[in-house]
């Protein structure tokens, strides 16, 4: 049982000895803030206008709670679910998040998050934005799946060469995120006019495709700034239609699962348009302010999804926050800056310690409250709590 480790925690504290890493949410992200630079700080925590609909996305767990059950015999939990033909050990995965590469020093961020991944066997979903090439995150990755998320550029022979590259790397799925065709309104980052990608930093999976390479009149090494100019001159793609989608589709036989889906209209269409997943999401309230909390889309998702699998993301934060998401029907459960922060703090050892952390807090949520195993968390397991903080 993941929570075992808690009570050795307690033992430690006994004769003076105390957890060196952050125990909880809040502690970890003050000690991410004071290890930051300010820049990546911005980048990392911010969201779109006044991050509203970002702040909402925590808050909405607090609109369901979990109904206890005793004496359910819940000794020995199983928090393995099924993915994609797969079994997983945990619900957890790892949001794609652009740019972590930077969240370390050497900016090797991505082939440690994938390290930590490897030691955990907690999926990754690496982004298009990787610093380092893809090919090399996933070889770090082992024996653990990772999927390839893509942000479809405006150049569909390179939006080839990707997914081509993914599935020559031994990615198991593509996931194309939609909400993400242009870039959201940031007022952090614009104050202190910083988005690391317009410096070239975190673009080597581009800078190391053929086809981006075909583009450019030198190679990337050589100008940077052109090579970032031609890539900041592709990147949106906001006129992407559900045909363009067919398009991708006819690429690849790996599954494909449509990031930022948050209606049920929506799933309908992606389930339509022959998708093998729906990723519900807002992109952590980074992208649009003023949207609903993406806990309250994923009712309706699930319902409309039919036998696709539905992974969550945005504002999970704690163990019950996972649990809630499953109990509403999400089959898989992603976070994105509590591992980028905890990659930030303590390199490989911090995302580890972050999962462990949620992996203990679920398990003794379940445990306590009565649910042996993910198959049991169903919409039963939660009420509508009356008077939300
Ligand atoms: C993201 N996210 C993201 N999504 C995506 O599809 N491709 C990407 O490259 C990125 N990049 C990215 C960078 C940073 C710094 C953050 C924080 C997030 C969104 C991410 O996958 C996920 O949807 C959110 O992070 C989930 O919300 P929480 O867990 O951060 O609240």
Redesign the pocket.
């Known amino acids: 049982n993941h929570g075992d480790w808690q009570l050795g925690t307690y033992l430690n504290g006994l004769v003076g000895v105390q957890p060196d890493l952050p125990m909880s949410y809040a502690e970890l992200a003050r000690r991410a803030e004071r290890t930051m630079s300010q820049e990546m700080w911005s980048?990392?925590a911010g969201g779109a206008g006044d991050e509203r609909t970002?702040d909402a996305?925590?808050l909405a767990f607090d609109a369901w709670g979990l109904v206890p059950r005793m004496l359910r015999g819940a000794a020995d939990r199983d928090l393995s679910v099924h993915l994609l033909g797969r079994t997983l050990p945990t619900p957890l995965m790892l949001?794609?998040?652009?740019?972590?590469g930077l969240c370390e020093e050497d900016g090797h961020g991505d082939l440690t998050t994938a390290r930590a991944a490897a030691a955990t066997g907690v999926p990754m979903?690496a982004?298009?934005?990787t610093q380092d090439p893809m090919e090399d995150v996933r070889a770090e990755l082992g024996e653990t799946p990772g999927w390839f998320?893509l942000?479809p550029p405006n150049d569909r022979e390179l939006l080839e060469s990707l997914v081509h590259r993914a599935e020559a790397a031994g990615f198991s799925a593509i996931?194309v995120?939609l909400d993400?065709l242009t870039l959201g309104w940031r007022p952090r980052d614009l104050q202190i006019a910083s988005f690391p990608q317009l410096k070239g930093l975190c673009l080597q999976n581009y800078f190391s495709d053929p086809v981006f390479r075909s583009r450019l009149p030198k190679p990337p090494e050589e100008d940077v700034q052109a090579a970032t100019g031609h890539w900041s001159s592709i990147f949106g793609n906001q006129r992407l239609t559900w045909d363009d989608l067919a398009w991708i589709r006819g690429l690849t036989g790996l599954p494909i699962l449509l990031?930022g889906i948050c209606s049920a209209d929506d799933t309908r269409r992606a389930v339509d348009a022959g998708m093998d997943g729906i990723y519900c999401?807002?992109?952590?309230?980074?992208q649009a302010n003023g949207g609903l909390p993406a806990l309250d889309c994923l009712p309706e998702v699930v319902d409309a999804a039919g036998d696709l699998p539905v992974v969550f993301?945005?504002?999970?934060?704690s163990g019950p926050d996972v649990v809630k998401a499953l109990a509403l029907g999400a089959t898989a459960v992603?976070?994105?800056?509590?591992y980028?922060y905890g990659l930030a703090v303590g390199g490989q050892a911090g995302i580890e310690h972050v999962l462990k952390c949620l992996l203990a807090e679920i398990d003794l949520t379940m445990a306590i409250d009565g649910y042996a195993s993910v198959a049991e968390l169903t919409r039963d397991a939660l009420r509508e709590v009356r008077v939300p903080r």
Do not use: E, M
């Open positions: 980048y990392v970002q996305n925590p949001a794609p998040v652009g740019v972590i979903i982004s298009t934005l998320q942000y996931v995120t993400t990031k999401s807002n992109h952590g309230g980074r993301d945005s504002g999970v934060r992603a976070i994105g800056r509590p980028a």
